[in-house]
Nanobody, 122 residues
């Protein structure tokens, strides 16, 4: 079992930045690929970014590539999402997710947190 708790969401103006954090507890953290998904009102949950267990490989959705950066600190059991140049369309609840499979995490995952709200005003 893996428990995930997100933090760092909030209200920001377009063009601004936010950093989301996710604290993980439970099984050996480095054995899990980690990622972020988001869900806007009335829309399906969508993939944002993922990172492999060692932190050497990352994948991003086209909509955030070049603006968002995912990272992890295995010593602290933490994963981060640095979000720059935020746009109103980035407004959503952001969920931290974990899965043993890096490839599978793009579409499904075993564990997820409760989410943190990000609102970008125009």
């Amino acid at each position: 079992q893996v428990q995930l708790v997100e933090s760092g969401g909030g209200l920001v103006q377009a063009g601004g930045s936010l950093t989301l954090s996710c604290a993980a507890s439970g099984r050996t953290f480095s054995n899990y690929a980690m990622g972020w998904f988001r869900q806007a009102p009335g829309k399906e949950r969508e993939f944002v970014a993922s990172i492999g267990g060692s932190g050497r490989i990352t994948t991003y959705a086209d909509s955030v590539k070049g603006r968002f950066t995912i990272s992890r600190d295995n010593a602290k059991n933490m994963v981060y999402l640095q979000m720059n140049n935020l746009k109103p369309e980035d407004t959503a609840i952001y969920f931290c997710v974990a899965d043993p499979s890096y490839l599978r995490l793009r579409t499904t995952y075993d564990y997820w947190g409760q989410g943190t709200q990000v609102t970008v005003s125009s």
